[in-house]
């Protein structure tokens, strides 16, 4: 059975950094791709960054380029997700997922991801 366990949320002030950990059991992170998505109170789910499967190729959303950054650490079967400058219009849940290989996924659609997380609070103060 796949599981994936976000960690690493928390209240921060406007400006600061936090580092989210997807943590995988059951799958191999390495062999499948690897997405953050977040979602705001009264907002659908997005798109906000990703990690394609063994290449490490990565894409985010215009929001959060050059302040957000993807990366695994394979040996730990974990994805981190590095927040730095943020805003308070980051706030939001922020989910992992995992999705398998295929040539035709961009990888950025939520219908691509077959597991997901529970979520962890990420509350940006101004």
């Known amino acids: 059975q796949v599981q994936l366990v976000e960690s690493g949320g928390g209240l921060v002030q406007a400006g600061g950094s936090l580092r989210l950990s997807c943590a995988a059991s059951g799958r191999t992170l390495s062999r499948y791709s690897t997405g953050w998505f977040r979602q705001a109170p009264g907002k659908e789910r ?29 040996a730990k079967n974990t994805v981190y997700l ?37 979520g962890t609070q990420v509350t940006v103060s101004s």
């Not at 997005?46 to 650490?73: H, L």
């Open 82 to 118: 590095q927040m730095n400058s943020l805003k308070p219009e980051d706030t939001a849940v922020y989910y992992c997922a995992s999705a398998p290989v295929s040539g035709s996924y961009s990888y950025t659609r939520l219908s691509e991801f077959d597991y997901w997380g529970q």
């Open 46 to 74: 997005e798109f906000v960054a990703a990690i394609i499967w063994a290449a490490g190729r990565t894409t985010y959303a215009d929001s959060v380029k050059g302040r957000f950054t993807i990366s695994r650490d394979d």
